[in-house]
């Protein structure tokens, strides 16, 4: 099976502008996850998604938003880009169908950098 | 709220020497409880996961972790490290559809 994967890798932006980010889950799941990890704040939940309905939402402003597909893929997007948003975006994913399906698969994420 | 402490920013360890890594998380009901680990430019890895049952689990990569709750204890460990195991190390905890992690340790492995 194919893991989480994460487009683009890299992204350079410049502050104002806005970014989106995309999420391809392992195939079969349908429960998305994304985190922001930088190296002040560490590991911090942005929110998460189950068949296209958010369930959970982090502590971030609302510039941070998020939606899910049918097709269980998933897009983040930050609006009027600040400095700080510079981070690794990870996004993970889990099947959430037993007890075990609480085991989430995380992606190589997208390194953003604002400018 | 749930939280994780990971006590040890960073931890220094000779290759073949035993490895510990110590995580106390704060939820007052049974937790569920995950070690990752990150390579430098990579996403997380899952190691091992407790939910329930059995307090000592076993995870990819020889590592194990004991669950104790009497201590609010996750602590993760390795017999013999090498040089591979050199990387970054979070302890999670699960509730409401999230995962909650400590700040993480990191491991560098001396030849």
């Known amino acids: 099976k194919a893991g989480v994967t994460q487009t683009p890798r890299y992204l350079i932006k410049t502050r104002g502008q806005q970014v989106t980010l995309s999420c391809s889950p392992i195939?079969?799941?349908?429960?998305v996850s994304w985190y922001q990890q930088t190296p002040g704040q560490g590991l911090q939940f942005l929110f998460e998604?189950?068949?296209?309905?958010?369930?959970n939402k982090g502590n971030f402003p609302g510039r941070f938003s998020g939606r899910q597909f049918s097709n269980s893929r998933s897009e983040m997007n930050v609006s009027t880009l600040e400095l700080g948003d510079s981070a690794l975006y990870l996004c993970?994913?889990?099947?959430?169908?037993?007890?075990?399906?609480?085991?989430?698969?995380f992606g190589p994420g997208t390194r953003l950098t604002v400018t | 709220a749930q939280s994780v402490t990971q006590p040890d920013i960073h931890i220094t360890v000779s290759e073949g020497a035993s490895l510990e890594l110590r995580c106390n998380y704060s939820?007052?009901?049974?937790?569920?409880l995950f070690w990752y680990v990150q390579s430098p430019g990579q996403g997380l890895q899952l190691l091992l996961k407790?939910?329930?049952?059995?307090?000592l689990v076993q995870g990819i990569k020889g590592f194990e972790a004991e669950f104790k709750r009497s201590q609010s204890s996750f602590n993760l460990r390795k017999p013999s490290v090498h040089w591979s195991d050199a990387a970054e190390y979070f302890c999670a905890v699960f509730n409401d559809y999230k995962l909650s992690f400590g700040a993480g340790t990191t491991v560098t492995v001396r030849a």
């Open positions: 939820y007052g009901a049974t937790p569920y």
């Open positions: 998604y189950f068949s296209e309905t958010q369930r």
């Open positions: 195939s079969g799941h349908r429960s």
């Open positions: 993970a994913s889990s099947s959430r169908t037993t007890a075990s399906s609480y085991e989430q698969y």
């Open positions: 407790y939910f329930s049952g059995d307090t």
